[in-house]
Nanobody
Framework: QVQLVESGGGLVQPGGSLRLPCAASGSAFSIYAMGWYRQAPGKQRELVAVIASGGSTNYADSVKGRFTISRDNAKNTVYLQMNSLKPEDTAVYYC????????????????WGQGTQVTVSS
């Protein structure tokens, strides 16, 4: 359905910040929930943050107070603002679309892209 391209990753020092944009194709962007996920080496992919079509948000406990998800429907783009980064945040970050948000989780997710690498290290 929706094709997504993540960008904005890179190497950042602990305590630093990054802003990840995810650009989506398709004319129906505004009706989808959007989420950011991450996968560290040797670990399962996990949901980091989700924003519903109406704008409500949910966050993983590990990033609450540090990360902010937002969307700009006019630009077909979802963002993840990451502040106070920790080495534990190092992972490949992916965005994806979903049909709905249920108890803070996305349902009906689409295909996965290549993601963008975030490395937090001194």
């Amino acid at each position: 359905q929706v094709q997504l391209v993540e960008s904005g990753g890179g190497l950042v020092q602990p305590g630093g910040s990054l802003r990840l944009p995810c650009a989506a194709s398709g004319s129906a962007f505004s009706i989808y929930a959007m989420g950011w996920y991450r996968q560290a080496p040797g670990k399962q992919r996990e949901l980091v943050a989700v924003i519903a079509s109406g704008g409500s948000t949910n966050y993983a406990d590990s990033v609450k107070g540090r990360f902010t998800i937002s969307r700009d429907n006019a630009k077909n783009t979802v963002y993840l603002q990451m502040n106070s980064l920790k080495p534990e945040d190092t992972a490949v970050y992916y965005c994806n679309s979903g049909r709905a948000v249920v108890d803070g989780n996305m349902r009906g997710v689409g295909s996965w892209g290549q993601g963008t690498q975030v490395t937090v290290s001194s």
